[in-house]
């Protein structure tokens, strides 16, 4: 199967599908309490028919052009996702998200995943506008949205009941030509 690789480090961007569904289930019980405080992925796969169940509805999205999943390897492991939760191409606007399980976080993985479904949202695909969805407590994932040059827009106050708790959601978003400029000034910065 094809793999973009994210560096020098082994880690590797493929098309997380329905036969990965073992694979999914193992990185998902291996990150089930760090995955789960703040996103609801862990509760939705929770054994192998659900794993599948999952993978399916994503492998539906992409057939109808409304949604992807991406996974990333590490040194052969699934060790996490990126997806495009929603992705509307008459607007131009798309919804991004993500997990990893702990012993993958703290290296960068998925702000480099992202940038390549960035690149590949705004460049290949013409779209306008990337949002980010974020707990208003989800530290790391507000610093990736940071790091990825997004914009906060605003709060959703108690919008998201989560594991008998009522979280805000913080929307985040970078437009194309922002993403370009960024883009731009971090090649002049290589030379
Ligand atoms: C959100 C989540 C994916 C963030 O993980 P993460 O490891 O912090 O994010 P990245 O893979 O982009 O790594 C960035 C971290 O690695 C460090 N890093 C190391 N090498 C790096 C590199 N080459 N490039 C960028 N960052 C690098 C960064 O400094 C950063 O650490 P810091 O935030 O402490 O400064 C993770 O916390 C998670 O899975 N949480 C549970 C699920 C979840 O909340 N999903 C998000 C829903 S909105």
Redesign the pocket.
Known sequence: MYAISL?DDGAELRPLEVWHAEELLADIDR?RE??G???G?PDVVTDLESARAFLASYAEKRGADGGSLHGIWLDGKLV?GLLFRVWDTPSGVCEA?????PS?????????G?RVLFDWAFEERGMHRVE????SV?E??I??AR?LGMTREGLLRENYPHRGVRTSTEIWSVLAPEWREARARGARGDH
């Open positions: 560096g990150g760090f995955i405080r703040h996103i992925l996490g998200g993500c997990w990893l399980e993958a976080a703290g290296r960068g993985l998925v702000t480099r992202m980010w969805h974020v707990s989800n790391p994932s610093r990736v790091r």
